[in-house]
C-alpha cells in the first residue's frame, strides 16, 4: 500500500523542548531586533547573484519541479504563488539570529545540559515510566519490529516534545525560506550584540569565519531537501504548506522529524496517513528511524552512533542516553 504522508497541521502554543534553547536571553530587546527581514517574491526573483543564497535557489526550482521524486511536482509559479500570501512573509528574527550566531554550538550545548537536570527530575523520569506502561503493545511492537530499546525511543520523543506536550508553532515554510536567505545578516546582528557587550568579535578569527561559512552551507543544503520535501508532498497530500506548524528549525509533531526525514516515517495505526502528532505513528517513525537512518545496534557504540543520527551533537547523546536509564531504572 502506498502511504500519503500527512504532515500534520495542528499548530500548538509553543516550541519544542529542546529547541527552547533558543526562547534563552540573549542581552537584547526585541526592539533591537532588525525588522528588514521579510519574506517576499522580490526578495527571491530580485536576490543578487553575489549573495550566499543565490546559487541554491535554481536547485530548489529544478528539484520543485522534477518529474521524479517523493510527492508531486511544483513548478516555480506555485512556489513564488506562496509568497503573496501575507502569512508567508514573517522572519522569526531572534530565533535566526540565535541559529546563525557563531555561538550556537555552545549556546546547544549549555540548553541540553540543563534540559538534562529538568528531564531527569522526580516528575519527569515518572511521565516517562508511566508512558511506557501506557503504551506498552506499541513499544512493544516497535521494539519488536526495528529493533530498538523502548527506552531510547521515549526517551527521545521526551527531549524532543516533552512527550507530545511541545511540537512548536513556527510556519515551517517561514523557518526553512528564512534560513535559506538571511544566514549572514543574522550572523551580522550577533556579532553586533556580542561586541556591545564589550566582548571580541569571533569572526576575528579566521577559524571560526571558516566554519561559519561551512556550517551556513550545510544549512542552506538541508533548507533545500527540507523545502522540496515540504511543498512536493504537501501538494500531493492536499495539505495547505503554508498551515504546517512546528519547531525553530521546522521539525513536525511528537517525535520532531524534518520534511526530508519522512521516508523514514511510519504508519503505526495503519490508516493508510502518517500523522506524527499521534502516538502510533511517533513511536512507530522514532523506531523506524533510528534503525534504519541510525543503524541502531545493541552495543554501546551503535547505539550512540544511532541517536547521533538523530541529533548530531554529543550533549543530546548524552542526556537522550541518561534519561533513558533513569526510566529503565525505575520502571
Not at 502511504?3 to 519544542?16: D, E, S
Request: proline share 5%; charged share 25%; glycine share 6%.
Amino acid at each position: 500500500m502506498k502511504i500519503p504522508f500527512r504532515l500534520c497541521n495542528r499548530p500548538v502554543a509553543i516550541a519544542g523542548m529542546v529547541s527552547l534553547f533558543l526562547a534563552l536571553p540573549y542581552h537584547a530587546e526585541a526592539s533591537d531586533i532588525p525588522q528588514s527581514w521579510e519574506l517576499r517574491k522580490a526578495t527571491i526573483v530580485d536576490l543578487p547573484r553575489t549573495h550566499p543564497a543565490a546559487s541554491y535557489l535554481p536547485d530548489l526550482v529544478k528539484q520543485l519541479a522534477a518529474k521524479q521524486g517523493g510527492g508531486s511536482p511544483v513548478s516555480e509559479a506555485e512556489f513564488l504563488a506562496l509568497f503573496d500570501r501575507p502569512e508567508s512573509r514573517e522572519v522569526y528574527n531572534s530565533q535566526l539570529i540565535k541559529v546563525a550566531t557563531p555561538r550556537s554550538v555552545q549556546i546547544q550545548n549549555k540548553a541540553h545540559e540543563d534540559f538534562s537536570r529538568v528531564f531527569l527530575t522526580e516528575k519527569r523520569v515518572k511521565r516517562g515510566v508511566d508512558f511506557l506502561e501506557e503504551k506498552k503493545d506499541l513499544l512493544d511492537r516497535a521494539e519488536q519490529k526495528y529493533g530498538v530499546a523502548r527506552k531510547d525511543i521515549v526517551s527521545i520523543l521526551m527531549w524532543e516534545s516533552g512527550l507530545g506536550e511541545f511540537t512548536g508553532n513556527y510556519r515551517v515554510f517561514n523557518v526553512l525560506v528564512a534560513q535559506l536567505l538571511y544566514l549572514e545578516e543574522a550572523q551580522q546582528e550577533a556579532v553586533r550584540r556580542i561586541k556591545a557587550g564589550g566582548e571580541a568579535d569571533p569572526l576575528a578569527s579566521a577559524a571560526v569565519a571558516k566554519r561559519q561559512e561551512e556550517r551556513f552551507a550545510r544549512i542552506r543544503r538541508r533548507c533545500v531537501g527540507n523545502l522540496v520535501a515540504l511543498l512536493r508532498q504537501s501538494k500531493a497530500t492536499g495539505v495547505d504548506p503554508l498551515s504546517l506548524h512546528g519547531s525553530w528549525a521546522g521539525a513536525i509533531g511528537y517525535p520532531q522529524f524534518m520534511p526530508a526525514s519522512m521516508p523514514h516515517a511510519a504508519d503505526g495505526d495503519g490508516d493508510g496517513n502518517i500523522d506524527l502528532h499521534s502516538w502510533p505513528d511517533a513511536i512507530m517513525s522514532v523506531a523506524k528511524y533510528l534503525n534504519e537512518r541510525g543503524k541502531y545496534g545493541p552495543n554501546d557504540a551503535a547505539r550512540r552512533k544511532a541517536i547521533f543520527s538523530y541529533n548530531p551533537i554529543d550533549s543530546y547523546v548524552n542526556g537522550v542516553i541518561k534519561y533513558a536509564e533513569a526510566v529503565w531504572a525505575r520502571r
